[in-house]
C-alpha cells in the first residue's frame, strides 16, 4: 500500500496539480453544466449532486486518460514495470492519484455551489463518504479506459465520448425516473447514477438505508471491475 501512496504522490506532483489540469477540471464541467441549465430553474438539491458528482467524473477520470497515456509515451512508465512492484499495485498507485484529484475537485465545486445557491448538504458524513467511493470508482474507469493506448491523442476521443455520455445519461441533467424505460435500463448500467443518487439523499437528508446500500455496493463493484479490467489490459499490452 506504501508503495501505491509513493506512485500516487509522485502522479500529483508531476500530472495533476498543474495549472492547465486545474483549470480544465474546474471549468470544463462548469460550463458544460452552464450551457444545459441556462434558462432553467432548479432547487440547490438537484444542483449540488449533479455538479459534484460531473467534477469528480471529469477531475479524477479525465486526469487518468492524459496521464497514464503520457507516461507510456515518454516510456517512464517501462521504469515502473521493471521495480519490485506488482502491475496491481502500479494501477492502484495511479487509481489513488486521480482519486486525490476528483475529491480535491468536489469540495471545491461543493464550496461554491453551496455559496452560491445557499443551499446546505443536511448529512454531511454520508455526502462526503459518497465523493470519496465516486472519486475512486471514476479514476479507476479513467485507468480503464485508457489502458489500451500508448499515448494522450489515441485515449482522449474516446474517453471524452465516454464521460460526456455518463453525464446526459446518468442523471446529472434529467432525473432516471423521467427518462424512458429503456434510458433508465440504461442509466442503472452505469457508475454516475449510483454516485449521484448517494450524493442527492445526503444532500436531501431523505435517506432510504436500501437505496444507499445499494449505491456503495454497486460504486464497489465498478470501482472493483474497472481495476480489475485496467490490470488485464494493461498486461495484455505490455507483452
Do not use: W
Not at 163 to 168: E, G, N, T
Request: net charge positive; hydrophobic share 60%; aromatic share 12%.
Amino acid at each position: 500500500m506504501l508503495k501505491a501512496v509513493r506512485i500516487a504522490e509522485k502522479d500529483a506532483k508531476i500530472y495533476f496539480f498543474k495549472g492547465p489540469n486545474i483549470t480544465f477540471g474546474l471549468l470544463f464541467p462548469a460550463i458544460i453544466y452552464l450551457a444545459f441549465s441556462v434558462g432553467r430553474t432548479a432547487e440547490a438539491t438537484s444542483i449540488i449532486p449533479g455538479l459534484v458528482a460531473m467534477s469528480s467524473l471529469f477531475g479524477a477520470g479525465a486526469i487518468e486518460s492524459i496521464a497514464l497515456p503520457l507516461e507510456r509515451a515518454k516510456g517512464t512508465f517501462e521504469r515502473l514495470l521493471v521495480a519490485p512492484i506488482s502491475l496491481a499495485t502500479i494501477v492502484l498507485g495511479k487509481a489513488l492519484g486521480g482519486f486525490f484529484f476528483g475529491t480535491v475537485l468536489s469540495i471545491v465545486y461543493l464550496l461554491i455551489a453551496l455559496m452560491l445557491s445557499g443551499g446546505a448538504v443536511t448529512n454531511p458524513f454520508l455526502f462526503a463518504f459518497g465523493v470519496i467511493l465516486s472519486a475512486f470508482t471514476f479514476s479507476a474507469l479513467g485507468i480503464c479506459i485508457s489502458a489500451p493506448f500508448r499515448d494522450v491523442p489515441q485515449a482522449m476521443p474516446p474517453a471524452t465520448l465516454i464521460r460526456v455520455a455518463l453525464i446526459f445519461l446518468g442523471g446529472v441533467f434529467i432525473p432516471v425516473a423521467t427518462m424512458p424505460n429503456y434510458l433508465q435500463y440504461t442509466a442503472y448500467l452505469l457508475p454516475v447514477t449510483y454516485a449521484i443518487d448517494m450524493l442527492r439523499q445526503a444532500t436531501t437528508g431523505h435517506i432510504i438505508a436500501q437505496t444507499v446500500i445499494m449505491d456503495v455496493a454497486a460504486l464497489l463493484l465498478f470501482a472493483l471491475v474497472f481495476f480489475a479490467i485496467a490490470v488485464m489490459l494493461l498486461k495484455k499490452t505490455i507483452r
